[in-house]
C-alpha cells in the first residue's frame, strides 16, 4: 500500500477510479529508479533533492513520490560516522560549556577538547556529531526487485490496494473462486457466496457466482483494520487469471463505487510475503493433531463448494473416506456477532444431500439449533476435542464398513501367492475389518497377511532351528513378508533373544 497522501483517484461521474499508471510513464520509473541506483553512499537529504528535481519535471508530482515510496523500501539505509553521534555529541556539549562558546573560535577550541577526550581529530567529532539524523543517512544499497514495467505494476497494485482501504464492502467475481475464499480465510474477512440470479449478466469467464466480503457495520464499518484487510486481499484476487472487482468506498462520508478487473491491476513476478494458513489458532491446531492420527479418514483443507440455496458454502474442512467415495464436510464455529451466527445459520439450513459436522463455540449457544437441520452439532470451548470428532465420525464408518461387507462375496480367491489385506482393502474399496467373515479356501490367514500352503510349506522345508534373527527376515523378505513373529509362529517356531546381540530360531516345543 501507499500512503492516503498519495492517492490517484478520479471521481468523475461519481465513481471513485484510481489514476494507473501505464507505458508513457516507463521513462519516469526509469528516472526514478536510476536516481536511487546514482545516489549510493549519499546522503538522505541528496537523494531528496534530486528527487525533488524529477518531481519539478514531471506532470504529477504524486506519481514520482508514489513511485520513491515503494524503492525507498527496498533501500538500505545506514548511518556512516567515524564515532558513535550520541558520544561525540556528548561530549562536544560538556566541552562547550566549559569553553563558554560564543566565537566561532570558541568552537573550534571545544572541538579539540572533546577530541582529546575521544581520541579522536577534531574533524571527525564535527563530522559525528549529526551523522544520525534521518536527512544524513546514507543509502548503502538498493536492491530494487523491479524493472521500469514491473515498478509501474507494483505502484498501480499499490494504488489500488489504498483505494481499498475505506472499502465497506467488495463483490469480487473470479475464475478462481477457491484462491479467493482460501485468501478470506487466512485474512480471517467475513463473506458469503451469493449465486447470481438468473439472467443477470456473467462478467467473468461465464461465472455464475459472487464472493461478497462485508461484515456487521458495528463491528468493522470505518476500522483501519477493515481498510487494511481488504487490501491485502486484492494480491490474492489480481493472481486468478480473469476476475472483477466492485466495492462500495466510504470517501469522506459519501458512498462511491469503484470497479477494478484484471485489465486494471496484476501481481509483479516477485515472491509476495506468505500469509498465515488458517483462519485460527483452533483450526490450526485440530489440524495438526487430527494429522497425527492414523484414522481411515484424509483432512482436506477447504473442500468443494456445497449448495445453499442461493448462496453457496465453502466448508472449513472436509473428511475424505479412505475406502470408499464418501466426504463428510466440517464447519468450526467460532465466536462471531449475533448476526453473522444467525446468517450461518440459515445458510447451513439451506444446506442439503451432504454430510456435515458442525464444531460450535458453546458460547453462541446454538448447538441445538444446528442439532436440528441434521448437522451433527460438536460443542467445544478453547479447543475442538479430536475424540469427540472421531466419535461423530465413527457412525459414518461404522455404516460404511457395514455396507460394504454386505456388498462383499462369501468368499474370495485372489490370483496373488501372497496378498495383504490391506492391498486387498484397497481393490474392493472397503476396510481390513470387513474381510473378518469373508473365505479364503486358496489361502491361509496369517496376521493380517493371506498365503497359499505352498508358501507356508515352502518356508518351512527353507527355516533351520539355529538361524540368526537377520537370515530368517532375509527369507521372508522374498516372499514380501513382513510380519515375522506371526508367520514363524504359524510354522511353529520362535526367536529366542540373546541380550541385545540379536535372535536366533527355535522351535516352539
Known sequence: MLTKDLLRVSRRGGGYQPQFAGESHERLAARVIGCYQGHVDKRRETLREALS????ESDDFKLVRGFAKLLDREATWKVRSPLEPATAREAAFVAGEAVGVVTEGERAEALDRAAQQLDATPEAVESSLYADLESREVLAAVDSRWSPPELIEQYNLSLAQTALFDATEVRIRST??????????????????????????????????EIVVTGPDALFRKTRRYG???????????????????????????????????????????????????????????????????????????????AAGEHVVIPDFAFDYAFGDFRVYFEIMGFWTPEYVEKKLARLDAVDDVEMLVAVDESLGVGEEIESRDHRAIPYSGSVRIKDVRNALQRYEDQLQADAAESLPAEIRPDEDVISLEALSAEYGASESAFEEIAFPDHERVGQTLLRERVLDDLNERLEPGMDLDAVEKLLAE?????????LGELGYRIEWEGLSGGTLRTQY
Not at 486494471?264 to 495438526?288: I, L, M, N
Open 176 to 209: 478462481d473462486p477457491k484462491a479467493v475464499i482460501s485468501a478470506l480465510k487466512r485474512l480471517r474477512l467475513l463473506y458469503e457466496i451469493r449465486r447470481l440470479p438468473e439472467g443477470e449478466r456473467r462478467t467473468v469467464a461465464d461465472n455464475d457466482r
Open 228 to 306: 487494511t484487510r481488504f487490501a491485502r486481499l486484492l494480491r490474492s484476487i489480481a493472481k486468478t487469471a480473469e476476475w472483477r472487482l466492485e466495492a462500495t468506498i466510504d470517501d469522506r462520508g459519501t458512498e462511491r463505487e469503484l470497479v477494478l478487473t484484471n485489465g486494471d491491476v496484476t501481481v509483479p513476478g516477485v515472491d509476495p510475503v506468505t500469509d498465515v494458513t488458517y483462519d485460527s489458532g483452533v483450526e490450526a491446531e485440530f489440524a495438526r493433531r487430527f494429522a497425527s492420527l492414523e484414522l481411515d479418514w484424509e483432512l482436506v483443507r477447504e473442500p468443494d463448494a456445497v
Open 53 to 56: 528535481d524529477i518531481e519539478r
Open 479 to 487: 516372499y514380501d513378508l513382513s510380519e515375522t513373529s506371526a508367520v
